[in-house]
Structures are given as structure tokens and as C-alpha cells.
């Protein structure tokens, strides 16, 4: 089975861009969640969808949005870019939200804010 | 916000040495999960502890968790030069007893020297 895929890999953006993260979730697996990862606050819960549905949504500015298609790929959208988003995106999915499950996470796309 | 906190924040050890990570947090939780993550690339899942558990085995992996105290350690046995990589406690809040949101701690960098 193929893991969480998440393009592109590598990112360089300038102040005031916008950018759109892709992840495709194992197959079968409806859960999507993202994750930002920074030296200064580690790993931070952006959030959760499931079924097209956001869920659950971290404690972020809403210039941080997303959403879930019906085949259960999903992206993340950064509007105006800031320099403190420089990040590890991380994206994660499992086979839905309930019960006690392992998340399976993607290598992550790094963005760079110049 | 990060859950806890990981302690030591930084492991250097000889190969075939046993290397013990412990990780606090401070809400009440549904179950606690160790994950590994090497330079650049995305979170590989160790293993999962429920709450109503106290220890658990995987391989050269042994975890403990004390919800008295709300702490939780990991145990690798007969390191390995590739065990070298940044480890992470994460806990799923028992208050969203249906939600996909791990909170992380801060990570313990573990180095294995040959």
C-alpha cells in the first residue's frame, strides 16, 4: 500500500504569496489531519477533516484554510504569506476519527518564506 | 500550545546502550503515542498506549504510562546506529473522545554512536 503522498516537496514563496500544499491519504483511509512543524514551536495541530467536513481546526489565523475532497485527498491553503510560516507541513491520515488509532504521516513539504 | 514536555531534550549514547526518554503531559487523554522522525522526512508511529494501560512492548521498544502521575517513558533496548533520530510523545485528548487532534511534545534528539 502506497503512504501518505504529499507534493511538492520543496517550496520557496516570497511575503504576501499564497500557496496550496497537496496529501493524498492512503488508500481507504477518510481522515486527514495537518500538522505545522517550526524549530521555535514544534509540531502544531492545524487541522482535521473527514468526509469533506473540517472537524477539528488548531489554533491558527485564518489565513490557514483547507479543505477534503470525495476521494478523501486533501490541501491546505496559506493566504499572504508571513515569514514565521517558514514550516515542515506535515500531513497525516488514518481510517477515520474514531477510536484509538495511529496516524500515518507523509514526509511533509517544506516551505520557505523569503 | 504543546501537551508536555519531553525529557532529556537531547540523548547521545553507544551503540548497544539502552536510551529511556520520558514525556509529561497535562490533560486528561484517550491514549499516548511515540513517534520517530528522521532529519527531513515526516513522524513514523512507534507505538500507541491506552489510558487504561500501564505497559506496553513492540520489539526493542518498551513504553510505560502513569496517568497518576501523567507521564510516560520509552525504553529502546540494544540502541542501533539507526535508532539515531528525534522522538516525540503525542497525546489524544480524552476530552475529544472522537477527534483526530494529537498534541505533541517537544521531542527527545536521540544520537547513537557506532
Known amino acids: 500500500k502506497a503512504g501518505v503522498t504529499q507534493t511538492p516537496r520543496y517550496l520557496i514563496k516570497t511575503r504576501g504569496q499564497q500557496v496550496t500544499l497537496s496529501c493524498s491519504p492512503i488508500?481507504?483511509?477518510?481522515?486527514v489531519s495537518w500538522y505545522q512543524q517550526t524549530p521555535g514551536q514544534g509540531l502544531q495541530f492545524l487541522f482535521e477533516y473527514f468526509s469533506e467536513t473540517q472537524r477539528n481546526k488548531g489554533n491558527f489565523p485564518g489565513r490557514f484554510s483547507g479543505r477534503q475532497f470525495s476521494n478523501s485527498r486533501s490541501e491546505m491553503n496559506v493566504s499572504t504569506l508571513e515569514l514565521g510560516d517558514s514550516a515542515l507541513y506535515l500531513c497525516?491520515?488514518?481510517?477515520?476519527?474514531?477510536?484509538?488509532?495511529?496516524?500515518?504521516f507523509g514526509d511533509g513539504t517544506r516551505l520557505s518564506i523569503l | 500550545s504543546q501537551q508536555g514536555e519531553e525529557d532529556p531534550q537531547a540523548l547521545s549514547i553507544q551503540e548497544g546502550e539502552n536510551a529511556t526518554m520520558n514525556c509529561s503531559y497535562k490533560t486528561s487523554i484517550n491514549n499516548l503515542q511515540w513517534y520517530r522522525q528522521n532529519s527531513g522526512r515526516g513522524l513514523v508511529h512507534l507505538i500507541l498506549?491506552?489510558?487504561?494501560?500501564r505497559e506496553k512492548h513492540s520489539g526493542r521498544l518498551r513504553v510505560t504510562l502513569d496517568t497518576s502521575k501523567k507521564s510516560s517513558s520509552l525504553l529502546i533496548t540494544a540502541s542501533r546506529a539507526a535508532d539515531t533520530a528525534s522522538y516525540f510523545c503525542a497525546t489524544d485528548d480524552s476530552a475529544r473522545a472522537a477527534g483526530n487532534k494529537l498534541t505533541f511534545g517537544g521531542g527527545t534528539r536521540v544520537l547513537v554512536k557506532p
Open positions: 488508500s481507504g483511509h477518510r481522515s
Open positions: 497525516a491520515s488514518r481510517p477515520s476519527p474514531e477510536g484509538s488509532q495511529p496516524q500515518h
Open positions: 498506549i491506552r489510558s487504561n494501560e
